[in-house]
């Protein structure tokens, strides 16, 4: 017998079916993450046979695919008018369509809009917060606008003044869909999300949609009777979902993660041995790990970004002896444990919590980090960074600037130059056996996603370690402190920086230790720094 709170069960194309052209589109996930894989192919596939719907605003918080799958079905041209988001490293044709200008695209910080979420939710107009301020995505310098397409239209963040200080306003953006996944869902559509590797901003984006009167479509993997589930486990209650979709190729559809189908490690149902934990081969990103790992100290909580600081940091550390005197994070929630990298971004194995996506951004945009360990793309002379896009190449900021903008001490991690570079280490020296292409020490960066003079200005800790060279900003400037034992200071420093660094009267060279081949390279936690 039917009842009036019992859910609507449809298939991907009947939920798919009802979206409308213009309506603007919500997508909850990271990574592979949760994506509503089988909704997300269903509204590919009925766009590439019927032409529609078309000009849809895409919205969406964090970087949403593994390359192929996720939002990346929703990358063709026409089929998105605006695609509103904060990362697309692993999403090439939303780049190519960004660089191409064949789509209207707005970058925002990912906790911004991980939080904009919330605001929207309680009818709020936007949200406020200084994060932002001084980069890319000030309205006074780019306002967030990747493309040239891009630059000629309105504003979606505003500045404001409040209390004689100075804020940016991410305005709302109303929503007409949300797609969301969880794990199982009752006949009343109550939904839980506890076999999945994050806990993101699901009922947040859901409350957010459903203040605009808009629709919730949920992708799960099995229907369970109602009164079966814990309570504490339902993440959205039934009666916010409009449509539920039980995933009917679970195996390639409803992964856990793009590498796993399912494995309870990363959910907290099960744990693997630490010892299956295999230590990284050396090379110059473990160089650059070691190096970095070197500015850690008891008790602090360490925040690692994409690319060398996520894939190594923790690795090192762990090979070290040092991840049990430390607390590592992830920006999509993640604590502890052993951090998974690349196309896995986000996820870890034995972790000891996994907190909300949106809460963990209240860590980092209030108390902020410890120590944060973030990639280099370009660095400037004024210590302004460069991590978000490389010519046309528009990676998006992700959690950068969040995290970047309030942590305690910033730790930019990356090689000397780009594309091409070989390295060799012997004798507790390195040598360089091709050097690469594209220089990184630049006049000027392309984007400025980290405002050097801002944080010299507020007294902010910054580290620029590279393979060969280690820099930090100075009220003066970018001082080097540090070279590599067998690299020539002249010739392979200064002469391939388009500006010129202070030198420290004390410049040394990098400990011989970090250059060990096999085996632990002795890095001890240094002092507690006093702060203010």
């Not at 932002?132 to 397409?149: A, H, S």
């Not at 459903?210 to 479509?217: L, M």
């Amino acid at each position: 017998m039917a009842h009036a709170l019992d859910a609507r069960f449809v298939t991907p194309q009947e939920a798919m079916a009802q979206i409308q052209d213009g309506q603007t589109l919500c997508t909850v996930g990271m990574t592979l993450v949760s994506a509503s894989e089988s909704n997300l192919k269903a509204l590919e596939q009925r766009f590439l046979e019927t032409g529609h719907p078309r000009d849809l605003t895409l919205v969406h918080s964090c970087g949403q695919s593994d390359r192929q799958r996720g939002i990346q079905h929703l990358a063709h041209e026409g089929m998105v008018r605006r695609i509103i988001g904060a990362h697309w490293g692993l999403q090439p044709r939303w780049m190519e369509l960004i660089a191409n200008n064949q789509v209207e695209a707005y970058c925002l910080p990912q906790g911004q809009m991980a939080q904009l979420y919330r605001s929207m939710a309680c009818g709020l107009p936007g949200k406020m917060s200084t994060v932002g301020l001084g980069t890319f995505v000030d309205p006074r310098i780019e306002g967030g606008k990747m493309n040239e397409r891009t630059r000629e239209l309105e504003d979606i963040i505003d500045v404001m003044e409040y209390g004689g200080r100075e804020y940016l306003f991410y305005k709302a953006i109303p929503l007409d869909w949300c797609l969301i996944r969880g794990t199982q869902a009752d006949t009343q559509g109550n939904l839980t999300t506890t076999d999945e590797a994050m806990k993101l901003e699901v009922i947040s984006a859901v409350l957010a949609t459903k203040r605009w009167g808009g629709k919730v479509v949920a992708q799960v993997r099995e229907v369970v009777e109602t009164g079966t589930l814990n309570p504490k486990d339902v993440v959205v209650p039934g009666v916010f979902i409009d449509d539920v979709v039980v995933c009917p190729d679970p195996e390639n559809d409803h992964r856990m993660t793009s590498s796993f189908y399912y494995d309870g490690s990363f959910c907290g149902k099960e744990r693997v041995p630490q010892e299956a934990i295999e230590p990284a081969p050396m090379n110059e990103r473990k160089l650059i790990a070691r190096r970095g790992v070197a500015e850690l100290y008891p008790g602090c909580v360490v925040n690692l970004g994409t690319g060398i600081p996520n894939d190594m940091v923790g690795r090192v550390a762990a090979e070290e002896g040092l991840s049990d005197d430390v607390m590592i994070t992830v920006e999509s929630g993640i604590y502890g444990g052993v951090q998974l990298g690349g196309i896995d971004f986000g996820i870890g194995q034995n972790l000891l919590a996994m907190i909300s996506h949106p809460d963990q951004f209240d860590y980092y945009d209030g108390a902020g980090v410890d120590v944060t360990y973030m990639g280099l793309g370009e660095l400037d002379g004024e210590g302004n960074v460069n991590s978000t896009k490389m010519g046309d190449r528009c990676a998006g900021a992700g959690g950068f600037i969040d995290i970047t903008q309030n942590a305690k001490k910033v730790v930019f991690l990356g090689t000397f130059t780009a594309k091409g570079g070989r390295y060799s280490f012997e004798d507790g020296k390195l040598a360089i056996e091709q050097e690469g292409a594209i220089k990184k020490m630049v006049n000027r960066v392309g984007q400025l996603s980290f405002n050097g003079l801002a944080a010299r200005r507020r007294g902010q800790e910054v580290l620029i370690v590279t393979e060969r060279a280690v820099f930090r900003l100075v009220p003066e400037g970018v001082e080097l402190i540090e070279i590599a034992p067998g690299i020539d200071l002249q010739t392979q420093v200064l002469d391939l920086m388009d500006f010129t660094p202070l030198v420290s009267p004390q410049l040394k060279e990098m400990d011989s230790r970090l250059f060990t081949v096999q085996g632990p390279a002795g890095i001890q936690l240094g002092p507690k720094p006093t702060r203010k």
